[in-house]
């Protein structure tokens, strides 16, 4: 007998100080070895963006946030490609030797990759980046100028038709503040992931396709203490190529349900598990999910960020475990229809239920 595929969406939300995935790429092993054990594996940029470092799983659905906010509510459906057409957005506000160098990424994309991209466009005013700091700890920023963007973005749909979009904007470089030299040591919150965020939300909700971000930035001076988990973003003067990795396979979004529907469209209801830090819970993807009948929500408590909403506070069944290995350990068994109960040295005997006289028959 054939089973459905076993379906895992892995959540580590953006700017919270995550102590993995707080930094780009950091989680991608926990996302390569998920992969292992699902037939499916459905996760966001922010998970799988490593900077110049990437890793393409293909059995993984590489999802925008704000998409993926969707597609847990029921209301948007995740189509898979074998490949997209990526336009590129570079903000206006990038010095010529950083346009440059994102141009010469996105050629090599081209080149080496056997990537599809459209020609490019620069936004018609600076985007403008802000960053801000709420005071949970959590990162978010502001844009001086949305409209350019989305109008960048019409350009390249309607005319180049893309099917993706990559967006480089020009952030502040901050290059002397505490939080930076923090972020720098293994501590603290990515000064830079809130502001992505606001972003690739903008383009998907406006033109429902895939898009993804990467922050221009001058090169950091060399530093030998640096943390091996900010490593992967101090490689070179882009952030892009993972970008483009991810962005060529992105599944489309079905934003309606209809006949047009495919067998093989992917929808909350097929979920089986959701992998989430255990203090951030609160996020519309995990309520949504934790909502449906036969999703198993998995908070991993050594995964600690700045934020302090457990599953309990919110009324969440959830497994707790200490560690993505021990997520994995739980993952197994529920793939292979084994109850962790099972899995203990003691298992309590069934209890007897009584039968209420007045309960209502069918």
Not at 114 to 141: H, Q
Request: hydrophobic share 45%; aromatic share 6%; with cysteine.
């Amino acid at each position: 007998m054939k089973l459905r595929p076993f379906t895992v969406v892995l959540i580590v939300p953006t700017g919270i100080g995550a102590t993995i995935g707080g930094y780009a790429g950091d989680a991608l092993p926990v996302a390569r070895a998920i992969a292992e054990c699902c037939e499916r594996l459905i996760t966001h940029p922010n998970v799988l963006n490593g900077a110049q470092m990437y890793w393409l799983l293909p059995n993984t659905l590489y999802v925008e946030g704000y998409a993926l906010d969707k597609f847990a509510a029921g209301s948007w459906g995740l189509r898979a490609v074998h490949q997209n057409r990526i336009g590129l957005i570079l903000d206006c506000a990038l010095e010529e030797e950083l346009r440059l160098r994102h141009l010469q990424a996105a050629e090599a994309a081209r080149a080496t990759l056997g990537l599809n991209l459209t020609d490019y466009v620069l936004t018609d005013a600076p985007l403008g980046v802000e960053l801000r700091r709420a005071p949970t700890g959590a990162s978010w920023g502001t844009l001086a100028n949305p409209d350019s963007l989305l109008r960048a973005a019409e350009v390249l749909i309607n005319r180049a038709k893309a099917e993706a979009l990559a967006v480089v904007a020009r952030f502040p470089d901050n290059l002397d503040s505490e939080e930076l030299q923090q972020y720098r040591r293994g501590q603290g919150v990515d000064p830079l992931a809130g502001a992505e965020a606001v972003i690739s939300h903008l383009i998907v909700r406006e033109f429902h396709i895939p898009c993804a971000h990467a922050p221009a930035l001058k090169p950091l001076p060399l530093d030998p203490h640096l943390s091996p988990r900010a490593a992967a973003e101090e490689l070179g003067y882009t952030f892009l190529p993972c970008v483009l990795v991810g962005l060529s396979q992105a599944p489309q979004y079905i934003t309606t349900k209809s006949e047009f529907c495919q067998p093989s469209d992917v929808w909350a209801a097929q979920v089986d598990a959701v992998v989430i830090p255990a203090t951030a819970c609160g996020g519309s993807a995990v309520l949504s999910l934790s909502q449906l009948k036969n999703v198993q929500i998995i908070a991993v408590s050594e995964n600690e960020t700045t934020m302090q909403v457990p599953p309990e506070k919110l009324g969440i069944k959830a497994v707790r475990v200490n560690s993505y290995l021990e997520a994995l350990g739980v993952l197994v068994a529920r793939r292979a229809g084994v109850s962790t109960v099972a899995l203990s040295p003691s298992i309590s005997c069934l209890h007897r239920l009584q039968v209420n006289q007045f309960a209502s028959t069918p």
